[in-house]
């Protein structure tokens, strides 16, 4: 788990809000997932506080704008299943979100010397 | 009931109340229930998936879907409606005082020329009842122009609010009658708000109406 406390929490959600569909995308880059496995791909990447509730309804936007597509698959066991994968456009999309990620990241990065005081030390 | 049936079911509801489209309803609970039926055969049930919180994840996923919503507004067409009754009621009462004397000439017959009861009430009562619904359809149909069918739930009030007073009349009278035609506070509160809730309700009807979907219809956007 990566956040703690009710605080951490909180600031983790509000983090994961304007990257989550960033992740969603970049996890289906790798392998396409139907919507309940991708829950559980968010969950071992370690955003264990994401739910079901927040990825499904997030994965149906990304459909509705032609970043990923889905198709029907059959099952070894169980049920067929809706298999999502990205698109071209949601791989056009998840690089330009990603050179913005780095673009932002290395902007906050660069404020961080001497603006945050060292660890105590023992 | 079976755990995803009952989940469907108050997703169901909860995009009914969120004005989805009968198209889109389906279209949203043929997905959702291919990846409850998944992750129920992972052992994964919808409770412990979705939480307590059905109706908010299902608004939520409409919402991110795009689905054109039909909300029906009930509370500002109410409002609305209300608002345009008052200014019919007023209206119609300001022309009806102008036009006293032209009626008083009109009634005021010469012997022997017998008008019915029946065309004198309707007009002493009609024209200002016609007031009434003209301001409440004219005021709904400008006041919330911006809102989804409201040209074809105007139109149903213009039918259905005339046909309700039609109605709601002699009830109305059978009550003020059982009072004994009291004219204290409570009893003309009451008659009034007879009349105001026959015709609050024939205003949600006429939105009902108007919102309806004929088998068919509509594209289904989350597909």
């Known amino acids: ?122 | 009931m079976d755990p995803i049936e009952k989940t469907l079911a108050t997703a169901e509801r909860a995009w009914r109340a969120h004005g989805v489209g009968r198209a889109d309803r389906e279209a949203l609970a043929a997905d959702l229930r291919l990846d409850l039926e998944s992750a129920a055969a992972d052992g994964v049930g919808p409770a412990q998936l979705l939480g307590e919180d059905v109706p908010g994840f299902a608004r939520r996923l409409a919402d991110e879907a795009g689905v054109q919503r039909r909300a029906p507004e009930l509370r500002r067409l109410l409002g609305t409606a209300l608002v345009g009754v008052a200014l019919g009621a007023a209206a119609g009462f300001g022309v009806f005082l102008g036009l006293y004397r032209l009626m008083t000439v009109l009634f005021d017959q010469p012997r022997g020329l017998d008008t019915p009861v029946q065309v004198e009430v309707a007009l002493y009562y009609g024209f200002p009842a016609a007031f009434v619904v003209l301001g409440a359809v004219a005021t709904v149909r400008i006041h919330l122009r911006e809102l989804p069918r409201i040209r074809a739930t105007a139109n149903a009030m213009a039918l259905l609010l005339p046909l309700t007073g039609i109605v709601i009349t002699p009830v109305t009278m059978a009550f003020a009658w059982t009072t004994g035609y009291s004219t204290s506070a409570p009893a003309v509160f009451a008659e009034v708000l007879i009349v105001l809730a026959a015709l609050a309700g024939a205003t949600v009807l006429a939105r009902h109406w108007a919102l309806r979907e004929p088998a068919g219809q509509g594209e289904p956007a989350a597909a």
């Open chain 1, 1 to 122: 788990m990566i956040a703690n406390g009710g605080d951490d929490a909180e600031r983790q959600t509000q983090l994961l809000r304007g990257a989550l569909d960033m992740c969603l995308l970049a996890l289906l880059a790798r392998e396409p997932a139907h919507g309940y496995e991708l829950v559980r791909r968010v969950e071992a990447a370690g955003f264990d506080a994401v739910g079901y509730g927040t990825v499904y309804p997030l994965l149906t936007r990304m459909r509705r704008l032609g970043l990923v597509a889905d198709e029907m698959q059959a099952s070894p066991a169980g049920p067929a299943r809706k298999v999502y994968a990205v698109t071209d456009a949601g791989r056009s999309r998840l690089l330009a979100w990603h050179q913005q990620w780095t673009r932002f990241v290395g902007v906050v990065d660069a404020l961080m010397p001497n603006a945050v005081p060292d660890s105590p030390r023992s």
